[in-house]
C-alpha cells in the first residue's frame, strides 16, 4: 500500500514539474511596441548630441519586442492627433503603446499647442486610453519628467505638476498602468543640484532636452518600473546578465568626459589621419571617409592602417559610424587604441618616427612591435573554415610575448554569431577603455550589443594613437569620428 502511495505521488510531482516546465518554456510571442509622445521621447540622429528616452528605452528589450519610436518634438495631446500621427499609430495595431505628453501642452494658452491640464488635456488623456483599448492595445502612461529649473533651496520648480497630476487621475480612473517619470526625475534633480545635474541635459542653457546621458537615466527608470510594476511586459526585457552589463557600460559612460577630436570624415582626411600600406586608398565623400584596403588577396602588401595624428591619454571614449561596403568571407577589420612602439630601437614609441617600416602593414609588426588594445570586428572564421558564416568580436593585448604565439595576445571572453556587421548597413560603434573594463557597444540594423572584457589584472597602455586596420582587400565607410578623455 505504501509503495502503490509513493508512485501515485511520484506521478503527480512528475505531472506537475512538466506543466510548471512547459509554462515557463512556452516561447514569447512578438510584441509590437510603440512609443507616442513629444521631443523628449524622439529619436535623433546620430550626429546630433540630444537624444530622448524612446530612442533608448529598446536596448533594454529582448528581441520578441519590435519596437517603433513615432514621438515627435513640439507636439502635444492636441496636435498628435490633429496632425493625423495618432490614427497612424492606431492603424499598425500594436500590443503596447507608451504615451508621454506634458510640455507642449503647458505652453503658453495662444499657442496652438497648448492644452489646459484639468480640462482639454484630461479629455485628451482619456480618448489615448480608450482608443487605444478599442483596438486591443495596453496603454502604459508616463509622466512627463521635469525640466531643470530650481528655487533658491534648490528645489524643482516649474508648471508640469498639473499634467503630472491629472496622468496620475486618468490612470487610476481608467485602470491604465502608469510610470511616474515625473516625480523619479524631481528626486534625481534635487539629489544632483543645479551643476551636478547639468550634463544630464544636451547643453547648459537647455533645461528641457537629454544629452545621451540623461535620455538613459529616464530609459532605466522606465525598464525599472516595467520590472517593479508591469509584470506581462517583464519577461520582454533582456535577461540580467545582460541588463547588468548594460548598467556597467552606462557607468563609465556616464564619467565626465571631455571632447578631444572630432572628426565628420566629409572633408580632407589628411588633415587628421596619416596611412600605412602603400597600396591602400582613403576617399572623403558627403557620406563619409572610404577606406580601402589593397585589392590583392593573402597579400601583406594589401593590409592598412589609418592612424590619427592626435594621441589620447588615460580613460577613453570613441564613437564612430561604420558601414561595410562589401561581404568578403575572410579576414578582419581592427580597432588599435591607444598604440606606442614597444620602445626599443627601431620601434620607437613614437610610431609616426618609423613609418616607412609600416608602408608594408603585415601584422606581425604591429603585435610584435607596438603596445596597444586590439579589437575585431566584422570578423570571420574565413571560407575555407567550417565555421566561415560565423563572425566574432575579439580583444588582444600587444605587443605578444617573444616566446609566445600571436593567440596567447587574446583576451577573454570571445564573442560569436553577433549577427551585426552586415553589408551597406550602417552600424554604430562606442568604444570605451578604463583601467578596469573595455567595451564595445555596436547598435545598428535594429540591434544593440555590448561586448565586455574585464582589463583590471592587466598592464593597459594609458596613452597612444586610435588606428583602424583593414585587412586586404576589406572596404568600409567612416563617418563622425569623436573621441574623449576624461577631464581632469
Not at 29 to 55: A, E, H, L, M
Not at 243 to 260: A, I, P
Request: one cysteine or more; hydrophobic letters at 35%.
Amino acid at each position: 500500500m505504501k509503495n502503490r502511495i509513493a508512485e501515485v505521488f511520484l506521478a503527480v510531482l512528475i505531472i506537475f514539474s512538466l506543466l510548471v516546465n512547459n509554462m515557463y518554456s512556452e516561447e514569447l510571442s512578438v510584441k509590437k511596441i510603440i512609443f507616442v509622445g513629444d521631443s523628449t521621447v524622439q529619436t535623433y540622429p546620430d550626429n546630433d548630441k540630444t537624444r530622448g528616452w524612446g530612442q533608448i528605452l529598446p536596448s533594454y528589450f529582448g528581441p520578441k519586442a519590435v519596437c517603433k519610436n513615432t514621438a515627435m518634438g513640439g507636439r502635444s495631446t492636441k496636435t498628435f492627433i490633429s496632425e493625423g500621427r495618432w490614427k497612424k499609430v492606431l492603424d499598425e495595431k500594436p500590443d503596447i503603446i507608451f504615451i508621454q505628453f506634458g510640455h507642449n501642452d503647458s505652453h503658453a494658452k495662444d499657442k496652438p499647442e497648448s492644452t489646459d491640464a484639468s480640462t482639454d488635456y484630461k479629455e485628451y488623456l482619456e480618448k489615448y486610453v480608450s482608443e487605444g483599448k478599442e483596438i486591443g492595445a495596453k496603454i502604459i502612461l508616463v509622466t512627463p519628467m521635469q525640466r531643470r529649473f530650481f528655487d533658491q533651496n534648490g528645489k524643482i520648480k516649474g508648471n508640469l505638476g498639473p499634467y503630472a497630476e491629472t496622468m496620475r487621475t486618468v490612470a487610476s480612473a481608467t485602470n491604465t498602468p502608469l510610470i511616474d517619470l515625473h516625480q523619479r526625475s524631481k528626486e534625481l534633480l534635487e539629489n544632483l543640484g543645479e551643476a551636478g545635474s547639468e550634463d544630464l541635459f544636451c547643453s547648459a542653457t537647455d533645461r528641457t532636452h537629454f544629452s545621451e546621458k540623461g535620455a538613459s537615466v529616464m530609459a532605466k527608470f522606465i525598464m525599472e518600473a516595467i520590472q517593479k510594476d508591469i509584470p506581462e511586459l517583464k519577461p520582454y526585457l533582456k535577461d540580467q546578465k545582460e541588463l547588468d552589463m548594460m548598467e556597467l557600460f552606462d557607468k563609465v559612460n556616464g564619467l565626465k568626459w571631455k571632447k578631444s577630436f572630432e572628426d565628420e570624415c566629409t572633408v580632407d582626411w589628411k588633415q587628421k589621419w596619416f596611412l600605412d600600406g602603400s597600396l591602400a586608398k582613403v576617399e572623403n565623400t558627403p557620406e563619409g571617409m572610404i577606406f580601402s584596403a589593397g585589392p590583392n588577396d593573402k597579400a601583406n602588401d594589401s593590409h592598412a592602417v589609418l592612424w590619427t595624428k592626435d594621441s589620447f591619454k588615460g580613460n577613453l571614449k570613441i564613437r564612430l559610424e561604420f558601414t561595410r561596403l562589401e561581404d568578403i568571407p575572410n579576414y578582419v577589420n581592427i580597432l588599435y587604441i591607444q598604440a606606442t612602439g614597444k620602445g626599443v630601437n627601431p620601434y620607437s614609441e613614437d610610431i609616426t618616427e618609423w613609418n616607412d617600416l609600416r608602408k608594408v602593414a603585415s601584422m606581425n609588426t604591429y603585435y610584435d612591435n607596438m603596445r596597444l588594445l586590439h579589437i575585431s570586428y566584422a570578423a570571420n572564421a574565413g571560407k575555407n573554415n567550417p565555421n566561415n558564416n560565423r563572425d566574432y568580436v575579439r580583444a588582444r593585448l600587444y605587443p605578444r610575448d617573444p616566446s609566445g604565439k600571436f593567440q596567447d595576445t587574446e583576451l577573454e571572453p570571445s564573442y560569436t554569431d553577433s549577427g551585426l556587421f552586415k553589408k551597406d548597413v550602417p552600424y554604430v560603434f562606442t568604444c570605451i577603455k578604463t583601467r578596469e573594463d573595455l567595451f564595445l557597444k555596436v547598435t545598428g540594423d535594429g540591434k544593440e550589443k555590448i561586448f565586455h572584457w574585464d582589463i583590471s589584472k592587466i598592464k593597459v597602455p594609458e596613452a597612444g594613437r586610435f588606428g583602424i586596420r583593414h585587412m586586404c582587400t576589406r572596404i568600409g565607410r567612416y563617418k563622425n569620428v569623436s573621441i574623449w578623455e576624461v577631464s581632469q
